[in-house]
């Protein structure tokens, strides 16, 4: 194992310094964007529902059709080493994101048409075949890690987040499945873009192709109604994620009401509350869509509550953590 006060990364069996991780110009991650990732944190060096995000990873995988060397508890096995190995390296009281990436590995079209000499058959780049002579690409499996930068969202608690509706759509379904985690995400790059065209400090809101509220990039939307509860777009048409499901549960504890619906643009301007959920994050207020107030334009009630709930579970202040590591 390389230096071990650098930070490390786990790169196709091996582990190499964090600065070495780079994955070839010829790999399809590279070249087309075929890319299963997750993306986890920690809190206090401890990562945040591991095995819900491999859960998740698995899916994805089968999904796309890669079947990846390694088991999901070598996988864990790894991203726990690494996580505890690099977080050692940060100031007290910071903490990671850690990132779990899977390619199908080398394009064909960019393979070598042979192996190169002295290449044996358990390559991590080739594997034999009995398809012919041609060698078929491994799938690449990287784990990296990196410093959560606070300073994107520490002040976001307190000020909530804008959003802004754009002319880009989410995927459709007849693309790809609204389950599957991927990094193919030029939609949002360019729904951000407009969005910041129209308000420096806003992010994107994307509708599906029936004018239904998808998610923001990047994070999952949760509308709040008295009388009504919490209430996300229907499940089976987003990409349900991790921190979603852990808002639900917390909610559940706080005696409120969870529910889903396809949501309107006025569902979601008219509301009492507008959440954001990710990873990163963990829950963020929504005070502006379109540059019109949801609520009181301020923070609510039910976004303080569900945070305060997030804190205690976690075992750490998760405001508190962000504004003084920014």
């Known amino acids: 194992m390389p230096g071990m006060d650098q930070p490390l990364a786990f790169f196709n069996g091996q582990w190499i310094p964090a600065s070495a991780a780079a994955v070839s110009v010829a790999d399809a991650g590279f070249v087309q964007g075929t890319t299963i990732a997750e993306q986890l944190r920690t809190f206090g060096g401890k990562l945040f529902r591991l095995q819900d995000h491999l859960a998740r990873l698995a899916r994805s995988l089968e999904i796309v059709g890669i079947e990846p060397s390694m088991t999901g508890d070598q996988l864990a ?22 990132s779990i990436v899977v390619t199908p590995g080398v394009y064909p079209t960019f393979a070598p048409q042979q192996k190169p ?31 959560l930068p606070f300073h994107l969202w ?7 987040q804008r959003l802004v509706t754009t002319g880009v759509e ?18 949002y790059y360019l729904a951000d873009r407009q969005a910041a065209a129209i308000d420096p400090q806003s992010r994107a809101m994307l509708l599906d192709a029936q004018g239904f509220v998808a998610e923001a990039s990047t994070a999952n939307v949760l509308i709040y109604r008295a009388g009504e509860g919490l209430v996300s777009p229907p499940l089976p048409k987003i990409l349900r994620g991790i921190s ?37 994050v963990c829950i963020l207020p929504v005070t502006r869509l379109n540059g019109r ?29 962000a504004e003084q590591h920014v």
């Open 77 to 98: 096995g790894i991203a726990e080493e690494l996580a505890a190995h690099n977080h050692a390296l940060l100031s007290p009281g910071d903490d990671l994101g850690l």
């Open 117 to 147: 000499r002295g290449v044996k058959g358990d390559s991590p780049i080739f594997a034999e075949t009995k398809i012919g002579t041609v060698p078929q690409p491994q799938p690449t499996v990287c784990q990296h890690t990196y410093r």
């Open 154 to 160: 520490a002040k976001k608690y307190q000020e909530g």
């Open 170 to 187: 989410q995927v459709s379904e007849r693309c790809w499945p609204p389950a599957l985690k991927c990094r193919s995400r030029m939609h």
């Open 244 to 280: 979603l499901s852990v808002a639900a549960e917390l909610a559940g504890q706080l005696g409120i009401p969870f529910g889903e619906r396809d949501l309107a643009l006025n569902d979601v301007a008219s509301a009492d509350e507008v959440l954001l959920t990710s990873t990163t």
């Open 293 to 321: 107030p949801i609520g009181s334009g301020r923070p609510g009630t039910v976004f303080s509550e569900l945070l305060a709930a997030w804190s205690e579970m976690v075992g750490l202040d998760v405001v508190a953590q």
